[in-house]
């Protein structure tokens, strides 16, 4: 009985646990259909906010573009109107144009009628003439031309030449006012170059060191320079002579480095002569280069400017040659500034119109032809070329060529500028050494003691000892069949054997 009526229990328990989870699942899907419809109605809704706003808008722009076309269409109207008014002006201003040139045909076909009529006039007033004169009238100019020519030629020619003689002095007046101008802005110094120099030394003990034994080092010295060294009585200086400045100028600095140094041996003698050069190669290069600074030219290769500042140990007539040229560039830009020529092409001429002189004594030729030469090597062009090496010409092919030359003659003829002894005094050591070396075997020549002695030193290899007395006595030969000369020359050939080595 209780096993039924747990059995009963169970089952009636069981039906309502299925009737509540029923009931609740009914509930719980009832709230689920109620959100999603009330979801549904909120998209609705909004759904047709955006659709009133996007309708709204819509309804704007198609405002706004109906009142933009309005605008547009008045704008166009307005448009429309202003051309249609300008183009009926035109069209009066054309009418009115054509109607000025209707009238101005009529008064030019007036004025032709009575163009005609005055040259039939004239022509009746001519032949009428004529008819009385009974000349024509080529007849009558040729009479009356002639009476003129007779009653006024000598005034005529009086006229003339005084306007021909006026003119003359004008020119002859402008032209000094040139060259005198350019002369007085364009004022340099000139110191005569000498033939000697003078060494200040610290005691006279110094010129025994200087001599060294048996000569030794003074001989060194000479032979390395090719000067002269006088040592002589007068007290704490000795004197370097050669005629070349550039040797003297060698033999100074390298007495002045021995002195410092105190070392006074053949040895050290040669390596002071080749640091000395070293530094005189680059004084030369700067003295190019200052040179062109000063004459305001750039753009010039560098060993153009080497060859430029030998100039300054090279002497004209005793004429510093650089000096000289720097002054030629300023007279020639100052010549070519007032007669309109080309300045820039004048300065540069000017101071390369003898720089075939930096090289005269290693190649031979004329300093003009030189100098040709060397500014065909550097790309000179052929109006430069003219300009510059044509001041030796008696008729230059340019203007440029002649204010060159006119500022040449300037520069050489003032008063004090060259002498005339001193360059013939030159050219005669010149000829001394080139005819020492026109002998084979010869290796160096120097012409020192003015001129009186000359020094040649020949290689030992191909001249010996009995070549080396025939040597001295075929130089004195030709010496004195081609050359003049005051007084007698000593020559003396000096051959020397020099066997080097080192212990290591």
Same mark, same amino acid.
């Given at each position: %009985?209780?096993?039924?009526?747990?059995?009963?229990?169970?089952?009636?328990?069981?039906?309502?646990?299925?009737?509540?989870?029923?009931?609740?699942?009914? %509930?719980?899907?009832?709230?689920?259909?109620?959100?999603?419809?009330?979801?549904?109605?909120?998209?609705?809704?909004?759904?047709?906010?955006?659709?009133?706003?996007?309708?709204?808008?819509?309804?704007?722009?198609?405002?706004?573009?109906?009142?933009?076309?309005?605008?547009?269409?008045?704008?166009?109207?307005?448009?429309?109107?202003?051309?249609?008014?300008?183009?009926? %002006?035109?069209?009066?201003?054309?009418?009115?144009?054509?109607?000025?040139?209707?009238?101005?045909? &009529?008064?030019?076909?007036?004025?032709?009628?009575?163009?005609?009529?005055?040259?039939?006039?004239? &022509?009746?007033?001519?032949?009428?003439?004529?008819?009385?004169?009974?000349?024509?009238?080529?007849?009558?100019?040729?009479?009356?031309?002639?009476? *003129?020519?007779?009653?006024?030629?000598?005034?005529?020619?009086?006229?003339?030449?005084?306007?021909?003689?006026?003119?003359?002095?004008?020119?002859?007046? $402008?032209?000094?006012?040139?060259?005198?101008?350019?002369?007085?802005?364009?004022?340099?110094?000139?110191?005569? /170059?000498?033939?000697?120099?003078?060494?200040?030394?610290?005691?006279?003990?110094? &010129?025994?060191?200087?001599?060294?034994?048996?000569?030794?080092?003074?001989?060194?010295?000479?032979?390395?320079?090719?000067?002269?060294?006088? *040592?002589?009585?007068?007290?704490?200086? =000795?004197?370097?002579?050669?005629?070349?400045?550039?040797?003297?100028?060698?033999?100074?600095?390298?007495?002045?480095?021995? %002195?410092?140094?105190?070392? =006074?041996?053949?040895?050290?003698?040669?390596?002071?002569?080749?640091?000395?050069? $070293?530094?005189?190669?680059?004084?030369?290069?700067?003295?190019?280069?200052?040179?062109?600074?000063?004459?305001?030219?750039?753009?010039?290769?560098?060993?153009?400017?080497?060859?430029?500042?030998?100039?300054?140990?090279?002497?004209?007539?005793?004429?510093?040659?650089?000096?000289?040229?720097?002054? *030629?560039?300023?007279?020639?830009?100052?010549?070519?500034?007032?007669?309109?020529?080309?300045?820039?092409?004048?300065?540069?001429?000017?101071?390369?119109?003898?720089?075939?002189?930096?090289?005269?004594?290693?190649?031979?030729?004329?300093?003009?032809?030189?100098?040709? /030469?060397?500014?065909?090597?550097?790309?000179?062009?052929?109006?430069?070329?003219?300009?510059?090496?044509?001041?030796?010409?008696?008729?230059?092919?340019?203007?440029?060529?002649?204010?060159?030359?006119?500022?040449?003659?300037?520069?050489?003829?003032?008063?004090?500028?060259?002498?005339?002894?001193?360059?013939?005094?030159?050219?005669?050591?010149?000829?001394?050494? /080139?005819?020492?070396?026109?002998?084979?075997?010869?290796?160096?020549?120097?012409?020192?003691?003015?001129?009186?002695?000359?020094?040649?030193?020949?290689?030992?290899?191909?001249?010996?000892?009995?070549?080396?007395?025939?040597?001295?006595?075929?130089?004195?030969?030709?010496?004195?069949?081609?050359?003049?000369?005051?007084?007698?020359?000593?020559?003396?050939?000096?051959?020397?054997?020099? =066997?080097?080595?080192?212990?290591?």
């Amino acid at each position: %009985m209780d096993f039924i009526i747990f059995v009963i229990a169970l089952i009636i328990g069981f039906f309502c646990g299925w009737f509540l989870r029923h009931v609740k699942a009914s %509930m719980n899907q009832n709230s689920a259909e109620m959100k999603a419809e009330n979801t549904l109605k909120e998209a609705k809704t909004k759904q047709q906010e955006l659709l009133l706003a996007a309708k709204e808008k819509a309804i704007n722009i198609i405002d706004e573009a109906k009142i933009e076309e309005q605008k547009r269409r008045t704008e166009i109207q307005s448009t429309q109107q202003r051309l249609e008014k300008r183009e009926s %002006m035109f069209d009066q201003k054309l009418l009115t144009l054509e109607q000025k040139k209707e009238v101005l045909q &009529k008064k030019a076909e007036e004025i032709e009628g009575l163009r005609k009529e005055i040259v039939d006039v004239k &022509k009746e007033q001519l032949a009428k003439l004529e008819q009385v004169a009974g000349l024509d009238t080529e007849r009558a100019k040729e009479v009356l031309l002639k009476n *003129v020519e007779k009653r006024m030629g000598e005034a005529l020619m009086s006229r003339v030449k005084k306007l021909e003689q006026e003119s003359s002095e004008i020119y002859d007046e $402008k032209a000094r006012r040139i060259l005198i101008d350019a002369i007085q802005r364009c004022s340099m110094s000139h110191a005569s /170059d000498t033939t000697s120099t003078v060494i200040a030394l610290p005691s006279d003990e110094m &010129k025994g060191r200087i001599i060294g034994r048996e000569g030794r080092n003074i001989k060194r010295i000479e032979e390395l320079t090719g000067v002269e060294v006088i *040592v002589d009585d007068t007290p704490e200086s =000795i004197l370097i002579s050669a005629f070349s400045p550039i040797r003297r100028h060698l033999a100074k600095r390298a007495l002045e480095k021995l %002195m410092d140094d105190g070392r =006074i041996h053949p040895a050290r003698i040669e390596e002071v002569i080749e640091i000395v050069k $070293k530094e005189l190669s680059g004084e030369i290069r700067r003295a190019g280069e200052e040179a062109l600074y000063e004459a305001g030219i750039a753009g010039i290769d560098p060993k153009l400017t080497q060859i430029l500042g030998r100039l300054r140990y090279r002497t004209s007539y005793g004429q510093n040659v650089l000096r000289h040229s720097i002054e *030629v560039s300023f007279l020639s830009a100052l010549i070519a500034e007032e007669l309109g020529a080309d300045v820039a092409l004048c300065r540069k001429a000017g101071l390369f119109h003898d720089i075939g002189k930096a090289l005269d004594h290693d190649i031979q030729g004329t300093h003009p032809e030189i100098g040709r /030469d060397i500014g065909n090597k550097f790309g000179f062009s052929k109006e430069l070329s003219d300009a510059a090496f044509c001041h030796h010409d008696d008729y230059p092919p340019t203007i440029a060529a002649v204010i060159v030359k006119v500022a040449d003659c300037i520069s050489g003829g003032r008063p004090g500028a060259r002498k005339d002894s001193y360059e013939q005094y030159v050219q005669r050591l010149e000829e001394l050494e /080139d005819t020492a070396k026109s002998f084979e075997g010869v290796q160096k020549v120097y012409a020192i003691q003015a001129g009186r002695e000359v020094r040649v030193f020949v290689e030992p290899g191909k001249i010996d000892d009995y070549a080396a007395h025939e040597l001295a006595r075929n130089v004195a030969l030709k010496i004195e069949q081609e050359l003049k000369y005051p007084g007698e020359i000593k020559v003396t050939v000096i051959r020397e054997m020099r =066997i080097i080595e080192y212990a290591r």
